[in-house]
Nanobody, 125 residues
């Protein structure tokens, strides 16, 4: 699976952005997918994950209620709608494909084996 993230940019606090990730490869719909971010000087953090069907989702506490993950298996796309953005959300955001097809291990960056190139989100105060 090859992944290409887009949609990052500069936004003021309180604003919104929608990230997209286009996937190529035959087994995209069989992969749990996630969005992982890395702020300067910080470790990578899984902010959201979605099951193969899109029914089950996970959100880190820091983004719960503000971010929404979704996927379109017919188009090989996943999205991350980010609302009420805060300066603490500033980071490079990566889409990633999980090692597993079951929605079991998805909260750690090491749970993911396919990574896109990342898109930068900058939130100004």
């Amino acid at each position: 699976v090859q992944l290409q993230a887009s949609g990052g940019g500069l936004v003021q606090a309180g604003g919104s952005l929608k990230l997209s990730c286009a996937a190529s490869g035959r087994d995209f719909s069989d992969r749990v997918m996630g969005w992982i971010r890395q702020a300067p000087g910080s470790e990578r953090q899984v902010v959201s994950a979605i099951s193969t069907s899109g029914i089950r989702t996970y959100y880190a506490d820091s983004v719960k209620g503000r971010f929404t993950i979704s996927r379109d298996n017919a188009k090989n796309l996943i999205y991350l709608q980010m609302n009420s953005l805060e300066p603490g959300d500033t980071a490079v955001y990566y889409c990633a494909g999980n090692r597993y097809t079951s929605f079991s291990s998805y909260q750690r960056p090491n749970d993911y084996e396919y990574w896109g190139q990342g898109t930068l989100v900058t939130v100004s105060s």
